[in-house]
T-cell receptor, first 118, second 111 residues
Framework: DTGVSQNPRHKITKRGQNVTFRCDPISEHNRLYWYRQTLGQGPEFLTYFQNEAQLEKSRLLSDRFSAERPKGSFSTLEIQRTEQGDSAMYLC????????????????FGQGTRLTVV | QKEVEQDPGPLSVPEGAIVSLNCTYSNSAFQYFMWYRQYSRKGPELLMYTYSSGNKEDGRFTAQVDKSSKYISLFIRDSQPSDSATYLCAMSFSGTYKYIFGTGTRLKVLA
């Protein structure tokens, strides 16, 4: 697989339930990002990891959101006690990072997980 | 005022036309400029990636960055119906890794 893989592609959940999404980045990429995109808007940054370390979190990432990247490979994004306002496309991206010859490098996105909270 | 402004469109053009898509931004510290194409219900696909000012060409696509005007453009030559999608501009600062996106411009190329 040469791209960023996200599962599931679609998730419908009832308000108040917990959901977890998975992202498998491009294998040699050590940076991993989560974004959220609502209809008619561009993606908004949520958080990013360098290897297993979570280095930055957006104010959009409330206490109900938690992201992990154990062993610096795949990542999970969990939303607890979902609300209707959480309905969105959750996008994962990955890139090469500092120490591999470049400072800023292109981010490649997965197909996203579309969450609908009913 | 948003950091990155982009006309949402839709922009409709006939097949074969030259398309010009634009973004303006307010923060002069942006150093990296990207264009993504996004089909409906899909993830963004990277088209162009440029650093600082200047032009970059890749096939039918040309990206231009004018940092003095805080203005970036994407030109699509010989547009095809398959180019119909939303085009997102994105920017980042040197030393950081999060992208700031525009809202996207919907493009329709009519056969």
């Amino acid at each position: 697989d040469t791209g960023v893989s996200q599962n599931p592609r679609h998730k419908i959940t009832k308000r108040g339930q917990n959901v977890t999404f998975r992202c498998d980045p491009i294998s040699e990429h050590n940076r991993l990002y989560w974004y959220r995109q609502t209809l008619g808007q561009g993606p908004e940054f949520l958080t990013y990891f360098q290897n297993e370390a979570q280095l930055e979190k957006s104010r959009l990432l409330s206490d109900r959101f938690s992201a992990e990247r154990p062993k610096g490979s795949f990542s999970t994004l969990e939303i607890q006690r979902t609300e209707q306002g959480d309905s969105a496309m959750y996008l994962c991206a990955s890139s090469l990072g500092r120490g591999q010859g470049r400072v800023n490098t292109e981010a490649f996105f997965g197909q996203g997980t579309r969450l609908t909270v009913v | 005022q948003k950091e990155v402004e982009q006309d949402p469109g839709p922009l409709s053009v006939p097949e074969g036309a030259i398309v010009s898509l634009n973004c303006t931004y307010s923060n002069s510290a942006f150093q990296y400029f990207m264009w993504y194409r996004q089909y409906s219900r899909k993830g963004p696909e990277l088209l162009m990636y440029t650093y600082s000012s200047g032009n970059k060409e890749d096939g039918r696509f040309t990206a231009q960055v004018d940092k003095s005007s805080k203005y970036i453009s994407l030109f699509i030559r010989d547009s095809q119906p398959s180019d119909s999608a939303t085009y997102l501009c994105a920017m980042s600062f040197s030393g950081t890794y999060k992208y700031i996106f525009g809202t996207g411009t919907r493009l329709k190329v009519l056969a």
